[in-house]
């Protein structure tokens, strides 16, 4: 949509913005009050670049939601009902947080930074506001606050290569999820294997902001030799690779059982964690719907939609396509789909999208690739 | 700023978006995770037609907090440290709503529908998920919800004369902040006397959000004859009003009293509510800061900055202008600013803006106007 983005100080702008514009950005979307790139005019070769290559995003709308004090250790178990008991300093794991109702509210990654302090790296969603609230009425001795800092992220297969000429081949060693607080020159950042895309690769989270161009400008130079370019948080490659945007493939009532993440809620996590009563009774319910992929047969190539489309079996509403995009690789139109239980891999289905566009589509297992 | 807006699900539009567009929309900003409207193209006419005549807005960004059930008036003191007792059905009030440390997390109307069921107005924060804990963790017998109901709001001072014509004369009486269920044909609205501006107005808060495009034209037909048009919420005419710009104008440590809330908050309140104890604390300690105008001496008519500005005393930062802009009315560059409490008006400062450039300015009593 050809619109412009109209200056607020309610959207924020990130600590590398200005090396985005020199770059060439020009699209945005919005993301935890942020601006957020989404594109720098050639869709497909940012594509091939995460890919085959190797791609620099500004992902500073990752925030972090710090929780530091005595008792940050017992909120961040109550606000995860993944049992956490085993989340070593130095590691980060995938958490969904619910509300009390058993909704997934955020689907961060949590590091454990110390054992009195954590980030929840966090999705679109005022998490801060959430965490506070509940350390508050349960009486935690805690701090919960937002530091300004912000993640670049390093994606694609040589991203490994450039992140080792930057920081030294010891980076090689950081498994996945695990992290290391380390000295790039004078710019302190906490060196992560991670990022939202599944073509490897890293995230710098810069601690002072004031360092964003310089960080941006030098990892620009690193990746030269191994032809880096600007990148962003991919539609076409997180939706072959199945993964979560959460706000857009989830609802008001979506639950982690509904989008693959039955393997972070454990049902024996302590009685306090919230949102686990409800989550018991779901489990036992059996959850009414799940997160598949979904081929469909339109003429033409599939951008990014605003909306979700909706699925049939005959004139029986069943589910909807909740992320659209054409697949370079599968070459075929593809999304993710929330979509009743009662229909599995192989499932015809018809689609109607929301410009009334009417088609049909196939089920498939999660992720594409 | 000119980039392009891409297309995610986890931004909403309006169900008056066709019809924005098709009537020249240009930009937008985000807010409550939807599309807002900012501008058609002509700020200068947009704004003196909202002065002098009648402007109609999509403002479906203005989200409804509906809290509903046996315990929903307990829920709604709870969130509020303004004593709502006396607050009648059919009635609406501004309210803060803040967390347990006195923050000020959101500002909403509250709208009383019913003995137990209320609507909050809310700004652009994530209310929800707040009042949801809150609710939960108080084992409160209250649902809480964000029905789907999407506020267009007619301002200006004919704007009474148009809402009369589509709904009849009995809208006269209708006192600031009250409203009434009504039918517009068969569209069900709820008719308010409110709106961000203080130029007058309505704001019809629609039900069915299928109807959008219709009441849209409803409106802008009954407008004709009193040359209504396009407009958005106006940052010139809200900051010569002194309207406060939740998020934009707030930080993370923005009391209710820094922003010229005092009369809204009573300390005397039930001891439950949230945040109560702490705007205790604040009060007897003495808020820091306090929100105030502020007119600066720069060649050229100001707009919108993504960010603050710095106020000086000598080389001590003392504060930051919120919100910037040329004001039609006083010919003049103001802005809004969040100051230490040893200035007061007729204060000289200084002020480096976030391109660097230096000036100085003066503080004034809100509102400009």
Redo the contacts between chains.
């Keep these: 949509?050809?619109?412009?983005?109209?200056?607020?100080?309610?959207?924020?702008?990130s600590p590398f913005f200005e090396s985005t514009v020199a770059d060439g950005?020009?699209?945005?979307?919005?993301?935890n009050?942020m601006l957020m790139p989404?594109?720098y005019g050639d869709p497909l070769a940012e594509y091939w670049r995460l890919i085959e290559g190797v791609s620099m995003w500004d992902v500073a709308v990752e925030r972090q939601v710090e929780v530091v004090g005595p008792d940050a250790a017992k909120l961040a178990q109550i606000l995860c009902p993944r049992k956490l008991e085993k989340l070593k300093v130095g590691a980060g794991w995938y958490v969904p947080i619910c509300?009390?109702?058993g909704t997934l509210?955020n689907d961060p990654i949590i590091l454990k930074l110390a054992e009195d302090r954590f980030w929840f790296s966090i999705a679109?969603?005022?998490l801060c506001?959430?965490a506070?609230?509940?350390a508050?009425?349960?009486e935690l001795d805690v701090a919960v606050?937002?530091p300004d800092v912000a993640p670049l992220a390093i994606q694609g297969p040589k991203a490994e290569d450039v992140v080792a000429d930057l920081l030294g081949d010891e980076i090689r060693e950081i498994k996945h999820f695990r992290f290391r607080e380390m000295m790039l020159d004078d710019i302190t950042l906490v060196v992560a294997r991670s990022g939202w895309s599944k073509q490897g690769g890293f995230e710098l989270y810069l601690i002072d902001p004031a360092r964003g161009p310089e960080l941006w400008q030098t990892v620009k130079e690193a990746g030269q030799p191994y032809g880096i370019g600007p990148g962003t948080p991919n539609n076409m490659e997180r939706i072959e690779s199945g993964l979560l945007?959460w706000?857009?493939?989830t609802d008001?009532d979506t639950n982690p059982y509904e989008v693959g993440m039955d393997r972070y809620v454990h049902l024996d996590v302590h009685d306090e964690v919230?949102g686990i009563q409800a989550l018991r009774r779901i489990w036992q319910a059996g959850p009414a719907r799940h997160q598949m992929g979904i081929t469909m047969d339109l003429e033409g190539q599939l951008?990014?939609?605003?909306?979700?489309s909706r699925i049939f079996d005959e004139d029986v509403l069943i589910g909807h396509v909740?992320?659209h995009t054409w697949s370079p690789r599968l070459e075929a139109n593809i999304g993710l789909c929330l979509i009743s239980r009662s229909y599995g891999p192989g499932s015809r289905v018809g689609i109607q999208l929301p410009d009334g566009r009417r088609t049909e589509g196939e089920l498939r297992e999660l992720p594409f690739l």
């Excluded at 950005?25 to 993301?31: E, G, N, P, Q, R």
């Excluded at 951008?303 to 979700?308: C, H, K, L, M």
């Design positions: 949509m050809a619109f412009e983005i109209s200056p607020t100080p309610r959207v924020r702008r950005v020009v699209s945005f979307s919005t993301y009050h989404t594109g509300d009390h109702r509210i679109d969603g005022d506001v959430f506070r609230a509940i508050a009425e349960r606050f937002e945007s706000g857009g493939d008001d919230v951008g990014a939609i605003d909306q979700w909740t992320a």
